[in-house]
């Protein structure tokens, strides 16, 4: 089966959308319109408060069979807990999110912009996400420190990937250490703000197009959220790119 792009926002609920994007929809609509235009959303709310299971099945139910999901990793697990001791939470989280059922597809990490490099707690970590198999994991480094060869071939051996992480306030690690590629764009000149012009997202686009022709499954979604730009540039990224769903 061929790669596919999954191309959509962080998040879909965002209230400075409603008379841009959703036209003024009442918010119980807003996720089967954000579907009609996305193959796949980030669910972002996940990242500062869990999740029950019966919300992850109602969001199944409401979307088209297609429809795919990432899902953001507790920050309890990342920035309070800084990736130790971590297994009885990746349970509770993936007893949860089992409400999403085959939808789910990639969960993201994120690390604090202070936490920098400690080799033995990425390996911890790795270690227990073993205990999710069913999905694959990202994690997103915004310390500089952790850009290195020794953490590209731990995420390599343990089957993580690399978020590429564009934005103003923090540097961008390019890396590619699986044959999943995780993008997010939080806006390059101001963070989860501005918008992108079309050259970068051609320039974006073409990547893409280059990691699917070597068979990479593809994760792209916009968190400049602010005055809408972020379903406006995934649009133009989703036409650019040669196989996303819509």
């Not at 998040?11 to 409603?18: F, P």
């Not at 235009?37 to 069979?65: C, G, K, M």
């Amino acid at each position: 089966m061929p790669a596919r792009a999954h191309i959509g926002t962080s998040g879909w609920h965002y209230t400075a959308w409603r008379n841009g994007f959703y036209y003024g929809l009442p918010e119980q609509q807003w996720l089967g319109f954000y579907c009609r235009h996305f193959n796949s959303v980030e669910i972002n709310a996940s990242f500062y408060r869990l999740q029950s299971r019966e919300t992850y099945r109602r969001w199944h139910d409401a979307t088209p069979p297609d429809f795919r999901f990432s899902l953001k990793g507790n920050r309890y697990l990342t920035h309070y807990k800084k990736l130790l001791d971590t297994l009885p939470g990746i349970h509770l989280e993936r007893e949860r999110a089992q409400g999403l059922g085959a939808k789910l597809l990639v969960v993201l990490w994120q690390l604090p912009a202070a936490l920098d490099m400690d080799l033995a707690r990425l390996g911890e970590f790795a270690k227990a996400l073993t205990a999710w198999p069913e999905v694959r994991h990202a994690i997103e480094f915004r310390h500089p420190s952790w850009f290195n060869q020794q953490v590209a071939t731990c995420l390599h051996t343990n089957g993580i990937a690399v978020c590429q992480s564009d934005a103003a306030d923090w540097p961008m690690w390019q890396a590619i250490t699986t044959n999943l590629v995780y993008i997010r764009l939080h806006g390059h000149d101001a963070t989860y703000a501005s918008s992108y012009p079309v050259q970068a997202l051609q320039c974006w686009a073409q990547q893409v197009n280059g990691w699917l022709e070597e068979n990479k499954e593809v994760h792209v979604y916009f968190d400049n959220d602010a005055d809408g730009a972020a379903p406006l540039n995934a649009r133009t990224l989703a036409s650019l790119v040669l196989r996303s769903v819509n």
